[in-house]
């Protein structure tokens, strides 16, 4: 269990930008992702922590000690891997006791660790097996025995399960995070899916072009997101683009102006809003103060348990709403005219030229 | 920092290699280069050799017969592989694997062994040539363009085969079935889709097969008669005692060698073009033809792959008959086995010795820059991948004679050692094990070292331990390989040779030479049962799949 401190971590490749100033610091004992698209330098901030690239400038400290100056295999890092990096001549209990070895740990006592890692991942009666034996998802369970069993002072994984079919994906993930939270190791995770990230992280650090965008709770990155890009990349996101604001803080969507005292002083404004937050009839008591107009359906998508319309309102924008069980008799059909209310509450505001979050409410 | 002193292993690999490879490949290239501008009698730095080989008749001529016997080379492979390749992908022919290594074993033998059982067919008291005038046919002349030319097509066309089969295979059938269903007929089909696909593997194996023809040494000098290709000029240039003269064979070497860039360039430039990935998700049955067709598709299969292994039967039959001189006696006998053990058996000793230590350099060297080319990002690899291009397209002559310019002097001087015949099989097939080993590599994920490096192995012991071991089946095909084309390296041993380091191509180069046709025989006989245990080897090793042999 050890505390990360990355400190002004910079690396660039010819042309790109990979990790621009990056600072963060990961608490002992907890479960951070690092969440981003593609090519945000997720991964290879984890390569820099594992020790596999080397920053251009800044320094990582694993409980206030130094390691970046110290090979790869000096830093007792266990990594797990997305094609799982299972070695393939070597059978499930050679390949967790890799390790082991490597730290000249005696022969019995690499035994019992090696069984006791297997039954941890439920693998207790495949020691024997070559890798080809096995199922990805079991594979993947190897590998994790594999960077646990030698009590590393860090974990890292890098998207261990999007090898993985949706099914097997779920099952792993819920494993993976009661093993962690049971050993109560560091650990730091790679992925670009937004639901497993909120799923599994005590914390989210959202990336995009090597910049840190956010750090906080699954609660605050989905209630709280504190740009536009973390709004729209983590769930999905109605956004109503560069709106100009009256002097009194006065904002037009569609037929409704609304004053937003707050915006007062703005000249534009971004205002954005979760399609499960909008209301699809007359305001009811709970939801507040509303912005009220009227949509056309343009499109119905109904899946099972939820279904989304697409509406325009008027010459205004068009949005998303979120439908929770819908059922036969009460789904609108395309052409249907429905009162919209965007809750006051539940609005989003950030600032157009540098997408920050703006607060609505003191 | 300690760390920062600490030296990387594979930084220590990569310095090494570099030496290696500016020791024996740059330097003996530069030297030739600096002597082709040496006026031979004033020793003053001239023009004039390049001008006489690019002016003189004698060399334009050499010139000439060159480019036609590498493109003759080139167009008999194509025309004998491709069909071939396309036949026994597409259709069902019957003995499919059988052909395939019939085509490896006919690649294997040596160029020259082929040349030289030609003549004993078809040479002037050749036995096919004596039949057929009994009918009252009279065979055309082994000897010049058209001995060379089959030579180079029955030998060569290997290449082609092997490289269009396995590209053959990695069209996905989806394609082919999608123009079909689009409305291309079958001409259509081939012409416009599949043709495209497989061109990159196609011209490889051209290119191949004309830098090799271009190269080739042994054929020219046994079936060559009067026509001199500017191999055989380098040789005789620098080896006649009356006019030896490097500074003319230098300058004929470099504009050989210049020759081979230029098709090598080309062939590079027309395949980025067409870089199209190979995208297999299904795996294409061969179709069953009708059945005149298919007993045509048969016949041609057969035909091409026993021409091409008649050299090598004629060879081993003729090595148990009797003989005295170039004249066959009537009955069996091991009489040349015999003659051999009696008067040269230093020769196979030295064939094997020099085959061996030069794999087993090869093996070490060429596995670790095999993983340096694979996995390195830095300039240094990309540079080493590109100078281990040159052996490929430097002919045997021409690096055999930069060898004696460059180590007959001090700081190293072993010209007449057995050293130098190792160093010089060592570089030349070094390529190869360097291809093989990084082929497999890209086939291991970078990860699984990875992983084993975050598990706590230092790099150096993460390759012995887990990147090695996986890498051993590519290491061992790519050996085998080697050691194939090592121990039936003619041209450059032939320069360096001295009568103590004698090898079996060489004598075998020199009993043809003297009519022995027998001890010549048994001997090429010797060097084809080596070449095809090996071949079995690499088969075995590779779990059948051809593909290793290019």
Redesign the interface.
């Known amino acids: 269990m050890a505390r990360v401190d990355l400190r002004r971590i910079c690396k660039s490749y010819p042309g790109v930008t990979a990790l621009d100033n990056v600072e963060l610091v990961v608490e002992p004992g907890e479960f951070f992702t690092l969440l981003g698209p593609s090519g945000c330098g997720k991964t290879t901030l984890l390569r820099t922590i594992a020790g596999f690239n080397r920053q251009d400038s800044g320094e990582i400290l694993f409980d206030g000690t130094r390691i970046d100056t110290m090979p790869a295999h000096l830093r007792n890092i266990g990594m797990v891997y997305q094609d799982y990096a299972i070695f393939p001549h070597k059978s499930v209990a050679d390949n967790v006791a890799f390790g082991l070895a490597m730290r000249r740990v005696a022969r019995s006592e690499i035994e019992s660790r090696v069984a006791r890692a297997l039954d941890v991942v439920q693998l207790g009666g495949l020691a024997t097996r070559m890798p080809h034996e096995l199922s990805g998802g079991q594979q993947q369970r190897v590998a994790l025995a594999r960077a646990m069993v030698i009590s590393p002072q860090i974990l890292l994984m890098d998207e261990p399960l999007s090898n993985l079919d949706a099914k097997l994906r779920v099952e792993l993930r819920d494993d993976i995070r009661d093993l962690q939270r049971s050993l109560g190791i560091t650990t730091i995770y790679v992925t670009h899916d937004q639901e497993e990230a909120l799923v599994i992280s005590d914390r989210i650090c959202i990336m995009q072009g090597g910049r840190v965008h956010q750090v906080a709770s699954p609660l605050d990155v989905y209630g709280r997101p504190a740009t536009l890009f973390v709004a729209s990349f983590v769930g999905s996101m109605n956004v109503f683009d560069g709106l100009s604001v009256g002097p009194g803080g006065e904002v037009t969507i569609g037929a409704a102006t609304r004053a937003l005292p707050a915006l007062a002083g703005r000249a534009e404004i971004t205002l954005a809003m979760r399609p499960e937050d909008v209301i699809l009839s007359r305001r009811g008591e709970e939801a507040g103060e509303a912005i009220e107009i009227e949509g056309t359906v343009d499109k119905v998508t109904y899946a099972g348990r939820e279904a989304f319309y697409r509406l325009t309102c008027g010459d205004g924008p068009r949005l998303l709403a979120h439908v929770s069980r819908p059922d036969q008799g009460r789904l609108a059909s395309v052409g249907d005219r429905l009162p919209v209310a965007l809750p006051l509450a539940r609005l989003h505001a950030f600032d157009p030229a540098g997408g920050r979050r703006v607060e609505l409410r003191p | ?1 300690i ?2 002193l600490r030296v990387d292993f594979w930084t220590l690999v990569m310095v090494l290699a570099v030496a290696v490879l500016g020791m024996l490949l740059i330097w003996p290239l530069s030297s030739i280069f600096a002597a082709s501008f040496i006026d031979n009698t004033t020793r003053e730095p001239t023009l004039g050799n390049y001008a006489r080989v690019l002016g003189q008749p004698y060399f334009q001529v050499a010139l000439g017969n060159s480019l036609i016997v590498g493109v003759g080379g080139m167009l008999g492979a194509m025309l004998l592989g491709v069909p071939l390749a396309a036949l026994t992908a597409r259709y069902v022919i019957i003995g499919r694997d059988f052909l395939a290594t019939l085509a490896v074993l006919a690649l294997v033998s040596p160029p020259f062994i082929g040349a030289y059982a030609w003549i004993m067919m078809l040479g002037r008291n050749g036995f096919v040539r004596l039949l057929l005038e009994d009918m009252g046919i009279d065979a055309p002349s082994i000897y010049g363009f058209f001995g060379i030319i089959l030579v180079f097509s029955l030998k060569f066309y290997p290449f082609v085969f092997l490289l269009a089969s396995s590209s053959l295979r990695t069209i996905n059938p989806s394609v082919e079935e999608a123009a079909e269903g689009l409305g291309a007929g079958p001409w259509r089909r081939f012409f416009g889709v599949t043709l495209p696909l497989v061109f990159p593997a196609v011209s490889a194996g051209a290119l191949l097969t004309f830098v090799l023809s271009l190269a080739d040494f042994g054929t020219p000098a046994i079936v060559g008669g009067n026509v001199r290709v500017l191999a055989t000029t380098a040789y005789n240039l620098f080896t006649s005692e009356m006019t030896g003269n490097p500074g003319l064979a230098s300058a004929t070497s470099v504009v050989l060698i210049v020759l081979s860039l230029v098709v090598v360039v080309l062939q590079r430039a027309s395949v980025r073009r067409r870089n199209v990935a190979g995208n297999l998700i299904r795996k294409s049955l061969p179709k069953q033809l009708g059945p005149l067709a298919s007993v045509a598709a048969h016949l041609v299969c057969y035909a091409i792959v026993l021409a091409s292994s008649l050299p090598s039967l004629v060879v081993m039959y003729t090595s148990f008959r009797k003989t005295s001189g170039p004249v066959f006696k009537p009955g069996y006998g091991l009489d040349s086995y015999e003659r051999i053990l009696r008067e040269v058996p230093h020769v196979i000793g030295n064939s094997a010795t020099y085959s061996l230590l030069s794999v087993a350099l090869i093996v070490v060297l060429g596995s670790l820059i095999g993983y340096l080319v694979a996995r390195g990002e830095s300039r240094v690899a990309g540079w080493l991948d590109s100078a281990l291009f040159i052996p490929y397209i430097v002919p045997g002559v021409v690096l055999g004679l930069a060898f004696v310019v460059t180590f007959n002097v001090k700081p190293i001087e072993i010209t007449g050692t057995a050293t130098i015949i190792v160093l010089m099989l060592f570089i030349r097939r070094l390529p190869y094990s360097v291809r093989s080993s990084a082929a497999i590599l890209k086939q291991i ?1 970078g ?2 070292e ?10 150096a ?2 390759f012995m ?2 990147t090695l ?2 890498m051993l089946p590519g290491i061992v095909a790519g050996a085998l390989m080697s050691f194939i084309t090592a121990i039936n390296e003619l041209s450059s041993s032939l320069i360096l040779y001295v009568g103590r380091t004698m090898t079996m191509p060489v004598r075998i180069y020199l009993s043809v030479l003297d009519g022995e046709f027998g001890t010549a025989a048994a001997l090429s006989t010797i060097l084809l049962v080596a070449s095809g245990a090996a071949v079995y080897a690499v088969h075995w090793v590779s779990g059948r799949n051809e593909s290793a042999f290019v």
């Open positions: 920092m760390e920062r994920r990860s699984i990875e992983a084993a490096v975050s598990l706590g192995a230092s790099p012991r993460a331990k887990i071991p996986l």
